[in-house]
């Protein structure tokens, strides 16, 4: 009889392989080295389109079913975020479980060799909890992996890049609602202002908003006070504020059933990954509260786009370029939702879907 820790594994491999049907992934792969103290899951969701690309997240979780959860949502909304950008990308995405400041060269390379053994099936990037530092150490292990240092030939940090999408998902959010992109006079709750959400003050504090900010970092939320005038606010608070917009900065489900009905703001549009806790309920429960979503793995795909054109020798002006076109694939598919009559978020994967289709068809043949 097959002891406790057998039955365990044997238990979460069953609820792995119904998750991966579900989700229609193609691979997941556990990577973990006792020397280093290496334990990481690479999820490989759809490479239709071309190799899985999508950066590799350091963080704490509680449970390892939560780490193997959140690479999964988050590969999956790679895969859409490639195909809605016009990008020649499959998704995936790594995660690493553990505290971000234990990190080490030697981890990080470790890290690097389970990436090379993919044979470019997956392309690794930064993330949350990891560093332009963090990938040089990869990059020694395998070719794998952008989002590199100007230095070495790539585009450095992308933050900046997907906050300038970001502001072009709020301005085409604000056009959809008022009939005109101007954000002069509005008012925005950023919560999470780590790299992308700081940029995106910037563009929105040049516009002339009135901005108000939550985050667990106090010396971030004194600088956004400091540099751009903004209202100091507890997360909790956040939720409810009556302002324009509120833009989601940090982690994910933070449009819950806890938090719609505090919601008062017209727009909820930011850099956040997963922003909906369940897709179609919240979804549609914003849409029937008249809240326009701007849908994140569109809003958000500056990033991607960045280090995506680190393949053609990387030029900064272009990738902003690209980027910008996001402000019209914003539009277009706040139609599809009028068209369809479903959510935006729905109708941004039918959007996204469709091109995937699309494309199975060209490559059907060798």
């Not at 899951?41 to 509680?62: K, M, S």
């Not at 970001?166 to 954000?183: E, F, P, R, V």
């Not at 806890?258 to 914003?286: R, S, W, Y």
């Not at 786009?305 to 002006?317: A, H």
Request: hydrophobic share 40%.
């Amino acid at each position: 009889m097959a002891d406790v820790q057998t039955q365990n594994l044997l238990a979460t491999s069953f609820d792995l392989f119904a998750g991966l049907e579900s989700t229609n992934h193609e691979q997941i792969v556990l990577c973990q080295d006792h020397a280093t103290g290496l334990k990481a899951i690479i999820a490989i969701h759809n490479t239709v389109l071309g190799p899985g690309l999508g950066g590799t997240r350091f963080w704490h979780y509680a449970h390892e079913k939560d780490a193997i959860r959140d690479a999964m949502r988050l590969s999956r909304g790679m895969t859409y975020k490639a195909s809605v950008a016009g990008l020649n990308l499959g998704g995936a995405k790594a995660v690493i479980i553990g505290d971000p400041k234990m990190k080490s060269e030697a981890l990080m390379r470790k890290f690097g060799r389970f990436v090379e053994n993919l044979n470019g099936k997956y392309i690794t990037a930064e993330d949350v909890g990891t560093t332009t530092r963090d990938m040089e150490y990869v990059n020694m292990e395998t070719d794998h992996v952008v989002g590199l240092p100007e230095s070495m030939g790539g585009g450095g940090d992308p933050s900046p890049v997907t906050a300038y999408g970001t502001y072009m998902g709020i301005k085409a959010s604000a056009k959809q609602a008022w009939g005109n992109d101007s954000l002069a006079g509005r008012s925005a709750a950023v919560m999470g202002i780590g790299k992308v959400g700081m940029h995106l003050l910037e563009y929105l504090h040049k516009e002339g908003v009135k901005l108000y900010v939550a985050d667990i970092n106090d010396s971030a939320l004194q600088a956004a006070a400091s540099q751009f005038g903004a209202t100091i606010v507890s997360g909790e608070d956040m939720i409810g504020l009556d302002v324009d917009i509120f833009a989601p900065c940090a982690l994910g489900g933070i449009i819950n059933d806890a938090t719609l009905p505090k919601l008062k703001c017209a727009i909820v549009a930011g850099a956040a990954n997963n922003q909906l806790e369940d897709e179609k309920i919240h979804g549609d429960a914003l849409k029937a509260k008249g809240i326009i979503y701007a849908p994140d793995f569109v809003i958000n795909a500056g990033g991607l786009i960045n280090v995506y054109s680190e393949y053609n020798g990387y030029v900064r002006e272009n990738a902003m370029s690209q980027t910008e076109n996001i402000y019209n694939t914003i539009l277009e598919i706040y139609k599809k939702s009028e068209l369809e009559n479903v959510n935006n978020q729905q109708a941004a994967i039918l959007h996204a879907e469709k091109r995937i289709h699309d494309m199975m068809l060209v490559h059907s043949t060798y």
